[in-house]
């Protein structure tokens, strides 16, 4: 399919952004951001059709004009870094079902090959806002924090990725279990066979090595 023919198809389910239009084709070529494609599709159908350019004049049918406030949720991610440790970061999203199907039904409909999905533009586009406006550097693989941008209802959730402590220990008593293990009889709730402390065991390595590494790293659990 033309993208001439792209553009005339995809128009006909209604006012479309320049974002979503180009990620339609998003594994074309190289070194183009997806708007800078919706905004070459919208040229290359005018030009073809000998018609008037047309950007587009309404709520895009797909992502609801989101690209518009990839400021906004830049801004709400560096306010929910703030005040934890960390030099590296990556971008995660929850994305409303109807974006999601939108655009799958027009991948299915149209039959297309080189779609990338909404999710994975909403992650980059605001991941670069936010390396442009603070100190963190994005990365993908083994960031310190995640950001995790709820669109539905406008929250940014915080992941911190976990801190792991390698050693060596030897016990010289019984009856203290390596982890932490809930009581069997009340499964962690608390009863009087645990004497409301949720526990089989008093105590277990794994706490007795954690609790004094909580205010260390300032942690709530270990």
């Known amino acids: 399919m033309d993208l001439t023919e792209l553009y005339q198809k995809v128009t006909e389910y209604g006012d479309i952004c320049d974002h979503c239009l180009g990620r339609l084709v998003a594994k074309r070529s190289f070194g183009l951001s997806n708007d800078m494609r919706g905004k070459g599709i919208r040229i290359a159908a005018a030009l073809t059709l000998n018609q008037p350019y047309q950007e587009q004049s309404g709520q895009c049918w797909i992502c609801g004009n989101f690209f ?23 971008i995660g999203s929850k994305v409303p079902p109807l974006m999601s199907e939108s655009e799958e039904m027009i991948w299915s409909d149209l039959g297309l090959s080189d779609p990338e999905p909404l ?30 941008i709820h669109i539905s209802d406008g929250t940014v959730k915080v992941q911190i990725r976990p801190l792991f402590l390698y050693g060596r220990y030897l016990k010289y008593e019984r009856g203290i279990p390596q982890t932490h293990w809930a009581c069997r009889a009340c499964k962690g709730a608390g009863c009087e066979a645990c004497n409301g402390t949720g526990k089989q065991y008093h105590d277990s390595v794994e706490e007795l090595i954690g609790r004094p590494l909580l205010p260390v790293f300032k942690a709530e659990r270990v």
Not at 68 to 90: L, M, Q, R, S
Not at 119 to 147: C, F, H, M, Q
């Open 68 to 90: 518009e406030t990839v400021d906004h949720w830049a801004d709400k991610v560096i306010e929910a870094f703030t005040g934890i440790g960390g030099e590296t970061f990556v």
């Open 119 to 148: 999710k994975s533009e909403i992650n980059r586009e605001v991941g670069k806002r936010v390396a442009a406006r603070s100190s963190l550097i994005g990365d993908t693989k083994n960031p310190d924090l995640t950001a995790v």
